[in-house]
């Protein structure tokens, strides 16, 4: 079993910035792979970024490419999406979720994929 709990989303204007935390417990953290996921209202999950269980592969979504930064810290078992150049668009309910059975270098981008989520975390970009 894997706990995952988001933090550190609100409210930001446009062009401006946020990181979001996700600690984890339950297992080692090291052992899975960890994405970001995100949900606007009235749309279909998206996926944002995921990253390995060493945190040396990454993939983003086109749409925060080059805005946003996942990284994880294996030694407090967290993992981080920092976001920057934020857009109205990527106003959502922001999910993190854990990989167990990824490989060391894995990473994907299917929800299906990941056993565990967390509650998640609204942003929300004002204009």
């Known amino acids: 079993q894997v706990q995952l709990v988001e933090s550190g989303g609100g409210l930001v204007q446009a062009g401006g910035s946020l990181r979001l935390s996700c600690a984890a417990s339950g297992r080692t953290f090291s052992r899975y792979a960890m994405g970001w996921f995100r949900q606007a209202a009235g749309k279909e999950r998206e996926f944002v970024a995921a990253?390995?269980?060493?945190?040396?592969?990454?993939y983003y979504a086109d749409s925060v490419k080059g805005r946003s930064t996942i990284f994880r810290d294996n030694a407090k078992s967290t993992v981080y999406l920092q976001m920057n150049s934020l857009k109205p668009e990527d106003t959502a309910v922001y999910s993190c979720?854990?990989?167990?059975?990824?490989?060391?270098?894995?990473?994907?981008?299917?929800?299906?994929?990941?056993?565990?989520w967390g509650q998640g975390t609204q942003v929300t970009v004002s204009s």
């Open positions: 990253i390995s269980r060493s945190g040396g592969n990454t």
């Open positions: 979720a854990a990989d167990l059975k990824a490989l060391t270098t894995d990473v994907t981008t299917r929800a299906n994929d990941y056993n565990y």
